[in-house]
């Protein structure tokens, strides 16, 4: 082994990832952390495996800030989509109101000829009629 490096036990290495021993198995295959073999036994190096777990635990730690940040962005764009749909009910309600105010306009138009004004030369009130 060699003796500037410490290297540990898989069980140890799996701990300090907080991964399998398969993995760290793999991850010494592939060359992502050094190691010794004795026998059939991997050894891997105990500072490449810490600083895989500070890189694993940095990721975690982006991956849940970014979530957070995705959360945010889906009730901002939910508060959105509300003022948006109440932007449109008023936008329709102020598209009618003129067809509202040209309805009563026809009617009253139609009405007038129709009223009998005479009763009022007759004493009676506006009440009445």
Do not use: W
Not at 29 to 40: C, F, L
Not at 54 to 61: F, K, L, P, Y
Not at 75 to 92: G, I, N, P
């Amino acid at each position: 082994m060699n003796e500037s490096r410490t290297y540990i036990s898989m069980s140890d290495a799996a701990a300090i990832a907080h991964v399998t021993k398969e993995t760290i198995r793999n991850l010494c295959k592939r060359g992502a952390i050094g190691y010794e073999t004795h026998g059939n036994f991997f050894y891997p190096c105990k500072e490449d495996v810490e600083r895989y777990a500070a890189s694993i635990a940095t990721i975690h730690a982006s991956e849940q800030k970014l979530e957070r940040y995705k959360l945010e962005l889906q009730e901002q764009m939910e508060q959105l989509r509300l003022a948006k749909s109440d932007a449109q009910t008023q936008l329709d309600a102020l598209k009618l109101y003129p067809h509202r105010i040209k309805h009563i306009q026809e009617l009253l138009c139609a009405l007038i000829p129709h009223l009998d004004t005479t009763g009022l030369n007759q004493g009676q009130s506006r009440s009445d009629i």
